[in-house]
């Protein structure tokens, strides 16, 4: 398997994931994408300097974890090839923002540092948030969930459009490599030089297949509505998972659960 079949493996590894039997894929698209929304309103409004009363939020994406059965090695990959991103957000806090705001024994430990780590922290807990909700519904029950959720109709189908020809680049991308290693057996992987040629092309040819499926798709009587085949139905489960996650919540954002937990570990350490 080459690297760029390797690379489409893994974007449509969360869909495939959704398709398992766990008691948090039964329950409706619709809760997990509103608890979601919550858990993700929840993480932007601490401070930025809070950093210690965020950790009970990784209780919440360790249960979903567990119930959901999705690897956390697979959960970690992901992780890692979007935190570049949030290093390169932060990585100047230290240096611009040095006053010192608490200290760790003799160590005095400044702004920058603080919001530093804050910026890590939710990004770890935002973009989990997100995979567990994709790993566990998929991003067309995601999609068609936003739809019955009343969001604009124009942007339900720019999100799955945008999925799947996300596809058809990479099978064009895929065949325009097997093509130049077919003809060059000696240079598996193109050089450096030709990727501006390549980027080019690949442009054109995927522009081209986007047309045909259009032209597909208004044979099909195509005229701008989706019709998803999800059926959705509302159990008390999804009540419950509702209330309990928002509860949970609230008790993490305005009950300092972190601190709470911290003076019963210390009685029982006693």
Known sequence: MTRLDTAISDVDALDRLATRGSPIHRLDPRAKLVVTALFLLTVVSYPKYNVVEMTPLFLYLAALLALGRIPALMLARYLLLACPFALLAGLFNPLIDRQVVT???????????????????????????????????????????????????????????????IFILTDEAE????????????????????????????????????????????????????????????????TLFVAGSSGFLLLARYGHLATRIGQWTMELAA
């Open 103 to 165: 200290y760790l024994g003799p160590l005095a430990v400044t702004g920058g540092w603080l919001s530093f780590v804050s910026i890590l922290i939710r990004f770890t807990l935002t973009v989990s948030a997100v995979l567990l909700l994709l790993a566990s519904t998929g991003y067309v029950a995601v999609c068609a969930a936003l739809g019955k959720l009343g969001a604009p109709r124009l942007l339900v189908i720019q999100f799955l459009m945008l999925y799947r020809f």
């Open 175 to 238: 065949r325009m490599v097997r093509a130049h290693s077919l003809r060059n057996p000696d240079e598996p992987n193109p050089p450096l030089r030709a990727w501006g040629s390549l980027a080019g092309h690949l442009l054109l040819r995927a522009y081209d297949r986007g047309q045909r499926v259009h032209t597909a798709m208004l044979a099909r009587g195509f005229d701008g509505t989706l019709r998803l085949p999800q059926g959705f139905h509302w159990s008390m489960a999804d």
